[in-house]
């Protein structure tokens, strides 16, 4: 404080005129109190060791605790110290940590506060703020941690029993009307043998209790390889509704990533928006099968934000470039514009199979399905949760089986 050497000048200025010996004595003892003070709350924070634990990915709706561990290192105790750490508003579930304790020799301390995820999304936790100081109010020092650690909101994803998608890969695990695709691991039954039916396909031991050449019959089987193409554009989306029609594409991008993967299928994500860890603005991850894969597919949906980038339809066909032939490309964005329809066009005339899904709501979406169909892409209406299920139940009025590549515009 800065009051304590002022007095301490005056007190000896009044000792020294009055010639006390009382005086003297406060003020060596004010005096030493104060410079012991100030050695001792000067070495309190640089002996602390601060520490942050929680879990750093959660699902939305789901609460995570985060403990700020305080160990004091020096033999020294900390009379008193206050902690204060600040969460995000989007995940505050309580005003986070104010808090005053003290320290003895060697302890160690661990204070609580909670975390809601409210919102997907890539949060930055802390800085922590310190303060510690002597009994009298001699002396005070303030510090902070400021590593910083992070939580990822993932975003929500809606359950799907069933979506109509199809695929021109005859290798696959989805069952398919087109019997010219068939799997060889799935066998359904026998027939006779047909003239022109290969080898590899006659069941010899059928065949000699029978008498007759038997050939398996195959479950007719597509693959679902698909990769999810996420306009995240600001420019493209309606100014009044441009926040909450982004967030729900994300979510129908997630959910039908969750969807594919629970098929046993290869998924993969592409997005024309910015990433806040990577510094990525436009990013594609190819399709692979399993969980752990979905987990880091929904790790960069968590993070994904809007951003003013060039439209989808231009960078599209770039982005496809490493596509194998038959790969579904779902195009989720705000409206189908002529733009996204050619361009999905152009993947169809190579070889994919593009599929329009469209999520802010559209009046006319009849004449969106109409331009879409007559340039042989699927297209869909998924405004809200009862569109997404409707096109899940098969009810949305889809377009037919694309046209054959290599159709005009």
Not at 105 to 132: D, M, S
Not at 307 to 317: T, V
Not at 376 to 383: E, I, K, M, N
Request: aromatic share 8%; net charge positive.
């Amino acid at each position: 404080m800065s009051e304590i050497p002022l007095l301490l000048l005056i007190l000896l200025l009044m000792a020294v005129l009055l010639q006390v010996d009382f005086v003297f004595y406060i003020v060596y003892v004010l005096a030493g109190s104060y410079l012991l003070a100030r050695w001792w709350t000067g070495r309190s924070l640089t002996r602390l060791q601060v520490q942050r634990r929680f879990t750093d990915h959660i699902f939305l709706g789901e609460t995570c605790r985060v403990a700020i561990e305080v160990v004091n290192k020096s033999w020294l105790p900390v009379p008193w110290l206050r902690i204060e750490e600040t969460p995000p508003l989007s995940l505050a579930a309580d005003a986070g940590v104010h808090q005053v304790c003290s320290l003895r020799p060697k302890e160690r301390i661990t204070v609580h506060y909670e975390l809601l995820g409210r919102q997907r999304g890539y949060y930055a936790i802390g800085p922590t703020a310190l303060a510690a100081g002597d009994l009298f109010g001699f002396a005070e020092t303030q510090g902070r941690l400021d590593a910083l650690d992070h939580l990822t909101v993932y975003p929500r994803v809606i359950p799907l029993a069933h979506v109509a998608l199809s695929s021109r890969s005859p290798h696959g695990a989805i069952r398919s009307q087109q019997p010219i695709f068939a799997d060889p691991t799935r066998v359904i039954g026998k027939r006779e043998y047909q003239r022109g039916d290969p080898l590899r396909a006659i069941d010899w031991k059928s065949s000699a209790h029978s008498g007759q050449l038997q050939v398996k019959k195959y479950e007719p089987a597509v693959s679902l390889s698909s990769s999810i193409f996420l306009d995240l554009n600001a420019r493209a989306y309606t100014h009044q509704m441009r926040y909450s029609a982004s967030e729900w594409a994300i979510v129908v991008a997630a959910s039908l990533a969750n969807y594919l993967v629970a098929q046993r299928q290869a998924v993969g994500v592409g997005c024309n928006g910015a990433d806040p860890l990577t510094d990525a603005c436009r990013w594609v991850i190819p399709p692979r099968p399993g969980r752990v894969h979905l987990m880091k597919l929904l790790e960069w949906l968590a993070r994904a934000q809007l951003a003013e980038l060039p439209a989808l339809a231009e960078w599209l066909p770039t982005a496809a470039l490493g596509l194998s032939w038959g790969t579904t490309v779902i195009a989720v964005c705000p409206t189908g514009d002529e733009a996204i329809c050619r361009a999905l066009h152009r993947l169809l005339r190579s070889g994919l199979n593009p599929v329009l899904v469209v999520v802010e709501p559209h009046g006319q979406f009849g004449v969106i399905r109409e331009r879409a169909r007559q340039l042989g892409v699927a297209a869909h209406l998924a405004a809200n949760e009862d569109d997404l299920k409707r096109w899940a139940a098969g009810l949305s009025g889809a377009i037919g089986a694309p046209a054959v590549a290599g159709r005009s515009a």
